[in-house]
């Protein structure tokens, strides 16, 4: 089992950046995959983007060139740098991590851009 933990979200106006941190309670190199993903109020939750164990990287096209993913293995920690934010990037973000046929989600962490 491995309990994730979010942090880095805020206020922030459209045009501007955040990172968001995802810290894992062990090592994350066992891990298949990691990603955030994201949920507005009244609407599903969707993913934003991923990475996999070996580097390999995905983007939701509404943040592709905005947002990067990245993974740090010896900080167990995953982070999401969104830059040129958005009024519709409003909403909570959550990691998720993938292992063998598990899925562990973490709390949250709201992110909210004013135009």
């Known amino acids: 089992q491995v309990q994730l933990v979010e942090s880095g979200g805020g206020l922030v106006q459209a045009g501007g950046s955040l990172r968001l941190s995802c810290a894992a309670s062990?090592?994350?190199?066992?891990?298949?995959?990691m990603g955030w993903y994201r949920q507005a109020p009244g609407k599903r939750r969707e993913p934003v983007a991923t990475?996999?164990?070996?580097?390999?990287?995905n983007y939701a096209g509404s943040v592709k060139g905005r947002f990067t993913i990245s993974a740090d293995n010896a900080k167990n920690t995953v982070y999401l740098q969104m830059n040129s934010l958005k009024p519709e990037d409003t909403a909570v973000y959550y990691c998720?991590?993938?292992?063998?046929?598990?899925?562990?989600w973490g709390q949250g962490t709201q992110v909210t851009v004013s135009s």
């Open positions: 062990r090592g994350i190199s066992s891990i298949n995959s």
């Open positions: 990475i996999t164990t070996g580097g390999s990287t």
């Open positions: 998720r991590a993938e292992e063998k046929t598990l899925a562990y």
